[in-house]
């Protein structure tokens, strides 16, 4: 299914055109349950950059222009933090990869709004192709194979991918709970080492 463009695709990769994500049926249950879980920890801006592997100038011209805008808290004033959902941070990322390659920012924003518009389960279970000017979304293997026979995807991001490299990187930074603000700290593997060591002198 392509979420962006005009050209078609082979078989079982149709065309997506911007609004068509809220085509979609309602996420499940379980995915829904697992989108409150995830949205009670959020990110700071300096975090949310660490983790996406981008600038603080892009993610505030971002979020400014409307491309990934924070979820859980924007920016009210010069006083206030934006903070970040999990997905937001790997929405960042993946809109990276899609602009170092050099797809269109029209149609970065018509795959954002679709990838907001898809549960968390079927994020991971997600790659998207692109041949630059189009990008689709494969649910499966075959889905890949055929794109890349009829010529159309140049490049491929797998969500899942993505997604577990956002959560290794989250894993080492600070959150923040949103219900009570207390800032969560992550597990820096260098500082596990250092206290593997004190205790074995």
């Known amino acids: 299914m392509a979420i962006t463009g005009d050209g078609m695709a082979a078989e079982g990769a149709l065309p997506l055109h911007s609004g068509a994500a809220a085509n979609h049926a309602p996420a499940p249950a379980a995915a829904v349950s697992e989108d409150c879980e995830a949205q009670n920890?959020?990110?700071?801006?300096?975090?949310?950059?660490?983790?996406?592997g981008i600038t603080y100038r892009q993610l505030d011209y971002w979020a400014r222009t409307g491309l990934v805008?924070?979820?859980?808290?924007?920016?009210?004033?010069?006083?206030?933090?934006?903070?970040?959902?999990?997905?937001?941070?790997?929405?960042?990322?993946?809109?990276?990869?899609?602009?170092?390659?050099?797809?269109s920012l029209q149609n970065i924003r018509t795959a954002v709004q679709h990838l907001r518009a898809r549960g968390l389960a079927d994020l991971t279970r997600m790659?998207?192709?692109?041949d630059g000017a189009t990008v689709y979304e494969c649910t499966s293997p075959d889905q890949v194979v055929d794109l890349l026979q009829g010529g159309q995807g140049v490049f491929g991001i797998a969500v899942g991918v993505v997604w577990r490299d956002v959560e290794g990187a989250l894993s080492q930074l600070h959150g923040e709970r949103v219900d009570t603000g207390e800032t969560l700290i992550g597990k820096n593997p260098h500082d596990e080492l250092a206290r593997r060591r004190n205790r074995a002198g």
């Open 127 to 130: 790659t998207l192709m692109s």
């Open 41 to 52: 920890i959020g990110y700071r801006g300096p975090t949310a950059c660490a983790a996406a």
């Open 69 to 103: 805008e924070p979820s859980i808290r924007p920016a009210y004033g010069s006083g206030t933090q934006r903070l970040y959902s999990f997905r937001d941070v790997v929405v960042l990322k993946i809109v990276k990869r899609l602009l170092d390659t050099g797809v």
